[in-house]
């Protein structure tokens, strides 16, 4: 399977670009900003996109997520729950300086247990609401990878103070959910390196105890 990482927008927020190599299908998560630059790379590998999914709803992963539907005509998946922040772009805009983005119309809800597919690839989802309500991390078994939004990152977990933010559910979803996971699975950030479960085992600092 093809994987780009684009940091994009001035959050620079990890955009995801999943590519079967086999059927040329694409899913793209988190396109926050720049979608001339997601397209791009769509096009360089000859990839058509068949699912846009947003692990939440704040506005450095969702903001481009209506262009980019309007590019591809590919559905937007987002969990219900992060509703509410959607409704709430504009202000979003107004605390970081940006222009308020086109809202998304959300045409599928991805629930906790709900399985995508990219050709043959089974994809999971992965309810880790904690960061945001509505917070979802996506497992690909065959690639051993997590694409974890913004709920873990190397060396730290996602910030909890903002609307829909809850410090204990963040770290109940992390050891639940993420920490479950083989410890060579790769882990995917929202922002910044990608790391693996094994190692945040091992010195995420917020982690230890769980």
Not at 145 to 160: C, E
Request: charged share 25%; aromatic share 4%.
């Amino acid at each position: 399977m093809l994987h780009e990482i684009i940091p994009v927008g001035p959050l620079q927020c990890n955009c995801s670009i999943f590519g079967d190599e086999a059927t040329r299908q694409a899913m793209v998560v988190d396109p926050g900003d720049e979608i001339d630059r997601i397209l791009a790379v769509l096009e360089r590998h000859a990839l058509t996109v068949t699912s846009i999914v947003v692990t939440h709803a704040h506005i450095d992963h969702i903001g481009g997520a209506q262009k980019l539907k309007a590019a591809t005509g590919a559905p937007v998946y987002m969990n219900l729950a992060d509703e509410e922040l959607v409704k709430h772009l504009d202000a979003q805009a107004a605390w970081l300086g940006l222009r308020t983005p086109e809202r998304p119309a959300i045409d599928v809800p991805a629930r906790d247990g709900d399985v995508l597919r990219l050709g043959e690839a089974v994809i999971d989802v992965l309810h880790t609401p904690g960061h945001t309500q509505g917070s979802i991390s996506l497992w690909i078994p065959s690639e051993r990878k997590v694409v974890a939004g913004d709920t873990l990152f190397r060396d730290s977990i996602g910030r909890t103070d903002l609307p829909g933010g809850d410090g204990r559910q963040i770290l109940r979803s992390i050891r639940e959910k993420l920490l479950a996971l083989p410890e060579d699975a790769q882990v995917v950030p929202g922002h910044g390196e990608s790391t693996s479960i094994g190692r945040e085992k091992q010195f995420n600092y917020f982690l230890q105890g769980l």
